[in-house]
């Protein structure tokens, strides 16, 4: 999903709530995160009860005319994969410029859905560590790590998911002439943070997804958070699994 229809994911389950419970007082379904990961959402629930209600909301949810989410097991989250290269000062100047020129310049790089997890400034450039989408990381595998920026090419240094190249291969293939990027620190997913409609108090997890609890990826009822995801997808039917473990909704661009 983009960031706007994850938006729009956000709006809508929002709105069934208060629709739900529009005269209640006390006893709706109660989240502390709503996270927009790289495609998907992390929504994180208070109790059990509250991941209950989110997977049973969220196959139902229509956030746009063609939508159609569904909640996964925590196993089948994506794995996520995270890239550090060397951004020339010279090609562009800001991080954003450089997006719009790689997404451009380059086959199958889904920058606009890329997450910018840290930058430092070097001599004559800077230094980006992304979060990749799963195409754009199987993209950049395929090419040995090099890409196309402006009137240079620059080399992605990839950590983490199943689609990072052999460290053979970026030794081989690293320009000699650009600077050498250390590796990323950042390892997104790894801990879900407060989206905008999901955590749990104590309960567990979700997303536009679903699950009930606060510490994470534990069973409901031992205080511990369930995770779940929400990514929408263009087929299939939603998946309700899980125990309150991590789950998540997707979608497939099909």
């Not at 006893?27 to 208070?46: D, E, N, R, S, Y």
């Not at 790089?109 to 070097?122: D, H, I, P, R």
């Not at 779940?228 to 939603?238: F, I, M």
Request: charged share 20%.
């Amino acid at each position: 999903m983009s960031e706007e229809q994850m938006k729009s994911v956000h709006k809508y389950l929002t709105l069934a709530i208060m629709t739900q419970w529009s005269s209640a007082k006390g006893g709706a379904p109660q989240f502390v995160g709503f996270v927009h990961k790289t495609g998907w959402i992390l929504v994180t629930c208070c109790n059990q009860a509250s991941k209950d209600w989110l997977m049973n909301e969220v196959p139902k949810a229509k956030p746009w005319p063609e939508a159609t989410l569904s909640v996964i097991p925590e196993g089948e989250l994506p794995k996520p994969a995270t890239a550090v290269t060397f951004i020339p000062e010279s090609e562009a100047s800001s991080i954003e410029d450089a997006l719009v020129l790689l997404r451009a310049q380059n086959f199958g790089l889904n920058t606009e859905l890329w997450k910018v997890l840290g930058e430092k400034a070097e001599q004559g450039g800077r230094v980006a560590t992304f979060a990749l989408d799963e195409p754009s990381a199987e993209a950049l595998k395929a090419n040995g790590g090099e890409v196309v920026i402006g009137f240079k090419k620059v080399l992605f240094r990839m950590k983490g998911g199943p689609n990072a190249p052999p460290k053979e291969t970026v030794q081989q293939t690293q320009p000699p002439a650009e600077p050498t990027p250390g590796p990323s620190t950042a390892v997104p997913g790894s801990r879900p943070q407060i989206p905008q409609g999901s955590r749990g108090l104590g309960g567990g997890r979700s997303a536009a997804r679903g699950t009930g609890g606060r510490t994470r990826g534990s069973l409901p009822g031992r205080g511990r958070p369930q995770n779940s995801v929400a990514r929408g997808s263009l087929r299939g039917t939603p998946i309700q699994r899980g125990r309150g473990m991590p789950n998540r909704v997707r979608k497939n661009n099909a």
